[in-house]
């Protein structure tokens, strides 16, 4: 079992930035590609950005293409979505999401995850 817990979300005006961060336990995740998701009021959730186990291949959302990177520290189990010129449509819950892929796919698709936090919140001030 993997357990993930995200943070860094609050309330920031328009053009802010935010790091997310997300801390996994239970096992190593070294192998696991790991994603970011959002949830806006009203809306289904939709994919944000993904990475795989090695970095080396890395998938954002054309909403945020330019804005928004994500990264990993497999020292410290842990995935980072810097978001920088937020916007006011930016605002939702922040899942962080894994599983295990020893391929490197790192999948853009919410059925290819298996353990997903619990969510942090993320609001953009106009």
């Known amino acids: 079992q993997v357990q993930l817990v995200e943070s860094g979300g609050g309330l920031v005006q328009a053009g802010g930035s935010l790091r997310l961060s997300c801390a996994a336990s239970?096992?190593?995740?070294?192998?696991?590609?790991m994603g970011w998701f959002r949830q806006a009021p009203g809306k289904e959730r939709e994919f944000v950005a993904a990475?795989?186990?090695?970095?080396?291949?890395?998938y954002t959302a054309d909403s945020v293409k330019g804005r928004f990177t994500i990264s990993r520290d497999n020292a410290k189990n842990t995935v980072y979505l810097q978001m920088n010129s937020l916007k006011p449509e930016d605002t939702a819950v922040y899942y962080c999401?894994?599983?295990?892929?020893?391929?490197?796919?790192?999948?853009?698709?919410?059925?290819?995850?298996?353990?997903w936090g619990q969510g942090t919140q993320v609001t953009v001030s106009s």
């Open positions: 239970g096992r190593r995740v070294s192998s696991y590609a």
């Open positions: 999401a894994a599983y295990d892929d020893p391929y490197g796919v790192a999948s853009t698709l919410q059925p290819a995850y298996d353990y």
């Open positions: 990475i795989s186990w090695s970095g080396g291949s890395r």
